[in-house]
């Protein structure tokens, strides 16, 4: 059973064409996160939300926003896609409290045209 | 700040070990995990070890943690040709309101017929 959904697989923007990727996950799970990885690199964070504050990590561009609108669900919005931004958009859960395991869906990989 | 550091690429005939190691720097690490990534796929926990932990075996699996050191090992055995894939290694403190994780760039492990 797919416990952290990620919605679309494959993405395809043009460039300066606003995009939104989803997930949603079925823990119940306090804590969203959203990591950019390119190619042969490691995940990069670009923030998480714990319950419904938002944390911001201090070198995330501006142009990538969030939201999440209730505990299932958390959104990655790109304002603005440069082709710097092609890459797999990972998204992540953990629940605080109970342990240290964060549970990654499947990814979205973005092409910016 | 945090680093975590692997060597890019492995290659293990089948039925040999795996060795994929893992150098870190962060001396308040408390949790140090192994993911695995499959090609297009999002990261799956392997494995994890407390940092007041020497070794921890988990059937093929075994890490080995050198804290005086800042080594971390996964020891696969009895490799297959379905362990091939990116293994990344990762840390996270203690403090923090969330588990933050520092990945390190990831080891590409090839298993060779």
């Known amino acids: 059973d797919a416990m952290v959904i990620q919605n679309p697989r494959y993405q395809v923007t043009q460039f300066g064409k606003p995009v939104t990727l989803s997930c949603s996950q079925t823990l119940n799970h306090n804590v969203m996160y959203w990591y950019q990885q390119k190619s042969s690199q490691a995940p990069k964070l670009l923030f998480h939300y714990y319950d419904k504050d938002f944390n911001n990590e201090a070198d995330t561009p501006d142009n990538f926003q969030s939201r999440r609108p209730n505990t299932s669900f958390c959104f990655l919005d790109i304002r603005s896609p440069g082709l710097g931004d092609a890459a797999m958009y990972l998204c992540?859960?953990?629940?605080?409290?109970?342990?240290?395991?964060?549970?990654f869906g499947p990814g979205t990989r973005l092409t910016v045209l | 700040g945090e680093d975590v550091e692997q060597s890019l690429f492995l290659s293990v005939r089948e039925g040999d070990s795996s060795v994929i190691n893992c150098t870190y720097t962060d001396s308040s690490s408390t949790y140090l995990y192994w993911y695995k990534q499959e090609p297009g796929a999002g990261l799956q926990l392997l494995t994890y070890i407390f940092s007041n932990m020497d070794m921890k075996q988990d059937q093929r699996l075994t890490v080995l943690l050198n804290k005086k050191d800042k080594h971390l090992s996964l020891r696969i055995a009895d490799t297959q040709t379905g362990d091939s894939a990116i293994y990344f290694c990762a840390e996270s403190p203690l403090s923090g309101s969330a588990r933050q994780l520092t990945f390190g760039s990831g080891t590409q492990l090839t298993v060779l017929p």
């Open positions: 992540a859960t953990s629940r605080y409290t109970s342990g240290n395991e964060q549970f």
